[in-house]
């Protein structure tokens, strides 16, 4: 299931991009479209944390710009695919710092716009096959990229991400917190490379640089101990994933 946004004050346009969509082969009966002529509705809405794959903003906006609504946007939803729409206006260095995928004339040929958006569509289903986990940032929900993750703590309600320190979610001050415990998660993300060290920790393998003694060793030069109990078989693990990728 897709989740598409289009946000333009222009209703038939809005009316005209669903049936493009569609055309290019978007599923109408597992696609859920949301529809928005006013972009502070949109910013309103988006407190609420509801699902977007795919974003498909004016930039001209009556109520406010498009650049401070790709912002907010951005900011909430920093996986999810973002293509600005303009009749004349042009990219600004503000538009480019929210990185959208595509940024699309609305005077192009119904020709020139179905094979953009059939790029698009391609780029949205590329990153709708990326595993993440859905996790709590203070009252919002966001979706974390499990490629990002170094290792998971347990907490008293559940599970505590810690995440590389390059990544989007890095910018996050407060802890990003999943519902599941570490041996849901562990079972979830297994083929992903995440093994156990303790009963406390789950780590990702493909971060960690080496084993020292009892202690993990991250390429950020953070370290962990590794339990008696789980340096047999997490040893064996690593040693594994270090012949499969090299």
């Not at 303009?86 to 480019?96: A, D, E, I, R």
């Amino acid at each position: 299931m897709i989740h598409v946004t289009i946000c333009d004050d222009d209703i038939n346009y809005i009316s005209l991009l669903k049936k493009m969509l569609i055309e290019v082969g978007v599923d109408a009966h597992t696609t859920v479209f949301s529809e928005y002529t006013s972009g502070k509705e949109f910013v309103f809405e988006l407190e609420a944390g509801k699902e977007i794959d795919l974003l498909i903003l004016d930039m001209q906006l009556g109520d406010i710009t498009g650049d401070e609504v790709a912002k907010k946007f951005r900011e909430m939803y920093p996986y999810a695919v973002l293509v600005f729409c303009s009749g004349v206006q042009l990219p600004t260095v503000k538009s480019f710092k929210t990185t959208p995928y595509r940024y699309l004339l609305k005077s192009y040929s119904k020709k020139e716009m179905m094979e953009e958006l059939s790029e698009v569509i391609d780029e949205v289903v590329k990153k709708n096959n990326e595993r993440f986990i859905v996790g709590h940032y203070r009252y919002d929900l966001i979706k974390v990229n499990v490629n990002n993750i170094m290792y998971i703590t347990n907490k008293k309600r559940g599970s505590r991400i810690f995440v590389t320190p390059d990544c989007e979610e890095a910018r996050f001050s407060d802890p990003i917190l999943v519902n599941e415990k570490l041996a849901v998660l562990q079972k979830r993300l297994e083929e992903e490379g995440f093994e156990f060290i303790s009963v406390s920790y789950i780590v990702n393998m493909r971060y960690v640089k080496q084993l020292v003694a009892n202690e993990v060793v991250f390429f950020s030069g953070e370290k962990l101990n590794i339990a008696r109990s789980c340096y047999k078989k997490f040893r064996e693990r690593f040693t594994k994933y270090l012949a499969k990728k090299y």
